[in-house]
C-alpha cells in the first residue's frame, strides 16, 4: 500500500465509524431487529441482526455509542429472540432453534415466507481499499461508507465511469466491515472469541484442534 494514500489511522477509522452508523441508525431499538438493506419497507435479517450484536462493543471501544446504550440493545435483542415465537406456524420467528432469514421489522415474524438461516487477509484487502476509496471513489458521499457491491466489468448508469454500484446499504456487509477493521487494528473479537468457554468448548467437541485452542 502506497503511504499518503489510504491511512489506517484515520481513514480505516472513518470507514469503521461509517458503516457502525449503519447499525445505530437501521436497527429497530425496541427488539433489536437490524434492517437487511437501505429500501424502503424492507424486512430484517438475523444476519444484520447478529452483526450488530457483535459491532456494540466495538462501537463502545471506539467511543461511537456509550456503554449503556449497547448494552440497552443487546438486551432488548436477546429478549426479543428469547421470547420469539418458534413452531410450525408459517409466521413464526424460527423453528427447532433455527430462526428465518428474513422478519419483519416490527412485530419479528416471518417475512416472505423464507427459508431458516445457517451459518455460513489484511495484506490484500488494505491495496484493494486503497483502490475502492482513491481511485474508484466508492465511499464518496455514502452515508454508510461503502455500497453493498461494486462490479467493474459493468458499466452501467450508476453514475460512476468505473463500474457497476449497488444503489444500496447492506447490514451483511457493514457488520464485517466494523468487526474486521477492529481486529485490524486491535484483534478485540478475536479476543473475546477465544476467551468464551461456550465457543471454545464446541469447537473442542466439534473436533477443532490446534492453534489457540
Known sequence: MSQGTLTADAELEELQHASFNYFLHETNPVNGLGIDKTEADWPASIAATGLALAAYPVGVERGFMPRDAAVERSLATLRFFWNSPQGPEPDATGYQGFYYHFLDMQTG?????????????????????????HDVKLIESNRYGFKASFNPTYPAASGNPHGWVSPWHFGLNEGPTVLMIENYHTGLLWQLMRRCPYIVGGLRRADFTGGWL
Open 109 to 133: 415474524r416471518r417475512a416472505w415466507q423464507v427459508a431458516a438461516s445457517l451459518p455460513f487477509a489484511p495484506e490484500i484487502v488494505l491495496p484493494v481499499l486503497d483502490y475502492c476509496i
